[in-house]
């Protein structure tokens, strides 16, 4: 069992930054993939970044490449998405995921979710 809990979100101007955390219970972090989600309004949740269970291997969808950057430091049972120039289509909530196995994009893939933290980045 892992509970997840997301913090920093916020209100930013486009261009600006924000740095996602997002704190794992448990003993076990670092045997999960970690995976950052979102749900911009009105639409499905979709894939944004997922990271290996050593944090050697990343994974981006297209749009954030260049942009976000996800890690973890499995000594804090924590992972955090930085966040740079940003865009007013990046609002949404975003969420952390986990999952065993090996990292894929698949939203329903993932078994362990946070309740999400709300971006909104202005125009």
């Known amino acids: 069992q892992v509970q997840l809990v997301e913090t920093g979100g916020g209100l930013v101007q486009a261009g600006g930054s924000l740095r996602l955390s997002c704190a794992a219970s448990?003993?076990?972090?670092?045997?999960?993939?970690m995976g950052w989600f979102r749900q911009p309004p009105g639409k499905e949740r979709e894939f944004v970044a997922a990271?290996?269970?050593?944090?050697?291997?990343?994974y981006y969808t297209d749009s954030v490449k260049g942009r976000f950057t996800i890690s973890r430091d499995n000594a804090k049972n924590t992972v955090y998405l930085q966040m740079n120039s940003l865009k007013p289509e990046d609002t949404a909530v975003y969420y952390c995921?986990?999952?065993?196995?090996?990292?894929?994009?698949?939203?329903?893939?993932?078994?362990?979710w946070g309740q999400g933290t709300q971006v909104t980045v202005s125009s």
């Open positions: 995921a986990a999952k065993s196995g090996i990292a894929v994009i698949t939203t329903t893939a993932y078994k362990y």
């Open positions: 448990g003993r076990t972090f670092s045997s999960y993939v």
């Open positions: 990271v290996s269970r050593g944090g050697g291997n990343t």
